[in-house]
């Protein structure tokens, strides 16, 4: 049985060669850790002598300390009846969030534009200016949801469509609308559930989630902790939320063929791979706030820290990203899983064809939702782009779209042009601003709108769905007709 041991004793513990802390109720010895702690012995020294339960389960994952410490560092437990006021007051933070006074509650939210609104006065000044920033000038961010715009509908009249379906399948997996969750790094910046979270949210309404390898826990809790709650959607079955995994290959590829095996072992059904982001992109809004050096993540184990460059977590947490990954590495990669491969970060219709030629089984056409090269396509101008180009190519792979989803009719255009279903990443992570409720209120908002533009095009099933219900006139000039530029003719003397 642990010793209970009482605040008065743990306060005694609060200096560099004698710290003990408190998290969630056991009481841990750091003295030799602190030093060695990847974000750095600030933050651990901040709480020397007092509870840190809700700083560390802000980031960790809860079974982190308990799996890296000694046995023997576990000290005791905490005497619950010595806690004083004092004690339990949190010592000041460096950032803190607005007051929750200012987030509009649940039920007010009527578009996912309010999530977007909600965030932004509620999230800490970091967690928003990671999330919400892009690279350099943000016009690839910007044009993501304007192209959308810029394509018209030709709605049809005098159809039935008092019944409509919006169920499809993505690698030929069910799902009550076409869209998954886009992987997102560290979710639990945003709410202690994190990824969890949006399992929950995803596994009710029945869509699947697809895990960064940057996730805050490791995916083997995130399995568990939609194991055992109720069903999958509304759909029959094994009532098991489908997952699939985002890799970031890693220079030490033994650590990326590792993680392979682990998350098929788990029942992963897909691995998505992210092919662009060789280097991370700009992001200055990012750079500009400074990171909580004492941020990790468990299956990659990238850490925060700050540099006279900046504070941008895309940047700094990137750098175990092996930038030598191409094309002579698919046989790798076939050989490190016996999962679908989809590739994520396609954005020309060449890239979709070589991958057809190499076996891959899908392509998210995505440019991390402007967060990696800024001017880069938008994702819903690149299915036109494949429409022109190589239209047979829907035939042999799978394509998704993700960025600047916004609308249940930017979801109608994109399957329209010949996506099986779009992916949205920060939408998600502003829906978790609101727990696993946030998540199935904000599908619910793009189910509804859904609909509505299914019944006024006079569709009732998406399958039902083709371009010439789209007008793309404004967008047809933006359009490359082949690999070369159209009349500069000019030729460097290597190729790539």
């Known amino acids: 049985m642990p010793e209970r041991i009482s605040v008065q004793e743990i306060s005694k513990h609060n200096i560099p060669e004698d710290l003990w802390i408190v998290v969630d109720e056991n009481v841990y010895d750091l003295t030799e850790f602190a030093p060695d702690h990847p974000g750095g012995a600030a933050i651990i020294h ?22 890296s410490l000694h046995p023997s560092k576990h000290i005791g437990t905490l005497d619950a009846s010595s806690i004083t006021d004092a004690w339990a007051k949190p010592p000041p933070t460096i950032t803190s969030s607005p007051s929750s006074d200012l987030k509009p509650p649940l039920d007010a939210l009527i578009s996912t534009h309010d999530f977007v609104s909600a965030a932004r006065t509620t999230l800490t000044p970091k967690t928003w200016a990671f999330y919400s920033s892009a690279a350099t000038d943000l016009h690839t961010k910007t044009r993501n949801n304007s192209a959308y715009a810029d394509i018209g509908l030709r709605p049809r009249i005098l159809v039935n469509v008092k019944d409509v379906d919006t169920r499809t399948s993505m690698l030929g997996l069910d799902m009550s609308v076409p869209i998954f969750c886009s992987p997102a790094a560290m979710a639990k910046m945003v709410h202690p559930e994190g990824e969890k979270g949006i399992a929950r949210g995803c596994k009710k309404i029945g869509i699947p989630q697809c895990i960064s390898t940057n996730a805050s826990f490791p995916i083997a809790e995130i399995f568990e902790s939609v194991s055992g709650e109720g069903g999958y959607g509304k759909f029959e079955g094994d009532g098991k939320l489908p997952i699939f995994f985002q890799l970031y290959v890693d220079k030490q590829r033994e650590k990326s ?20 982001a060789p280097v991370p992109g700009k992001r200055e809004a990012d750079e500009r706030v400074k990171a909580d050096e004492s941020l990790s993540t468990p299956m990659s184990g990238a850490k925060a820290k700050n540099d006279a460059k900046g504070g941008a977590l895309g940047r700094i947490m990137g750098s175990y990203i092996d930038a030598s990954l191409s094309w002579d590495d698919v046989p790798w990669l076939r050989k490190s899983t016996n999962l679908p491969i989809v590739l994520k970060g396609v954005q020309t219709f060449m890239d979709v064809k070589k ?57 109608f255009k994109a399957l329209c042009l010949g996506a099986k279903s779009v992916g949205i990443g920060r939408g998600f992570l502003y829906a978790l601003n609101y727990g696993s409720e946030g998540i199935e209120k904000y599908v619910e908002i793009l189910k509804d709108e859904l609909e509505t533009t299914m019944r006024m095009m006079g569709v009732t099933d998406l399958s039902q769905v083709h371009p010439g219900m789209l007008n793309t006139g404004a967008v047809d000039h933006l359009i490359p007709g082949g690999e070369e530029h159209p009349y500069a003719k000019w030729r460097p003397k290597a190729r790539i």
Do not use: W
Not at 46 to 67: C, F, M, P, Q, V
Not at 268 to 273: D, L, N, P, W
Not at 375 to 387: K, R
């Open 257 to 276: 063929e590792k993680l392979l095996n682990e998350v098929e072992r788990l029942g992963v059904k897909a691995v998505f791979v992210t092919v662009d």
């Open 46 to 67: 901040r709480y020397a002598g007092r509870d840190a339960s809700t700083a560390y389960n802000e980031i960790h994952a809860e079974s982190l300390i308990k799996s």
């Open 355 to 411: 991958a057809a030629d190499f076996g891959i089984e899908g392509v998210l056409l995505s440019n991390h939702g402007g967060r990696s090269l800024d001017t880069a396509p938008p994702p819903i101008l690149l299915l036109l782009e494949l429409q022109k180009n190589c239209p047979e190519i829907f035939d042999k792979l799978e394509v998704f779209v993700d960025g600047g989803v916004m609308r249940g009719t930017d979801i």
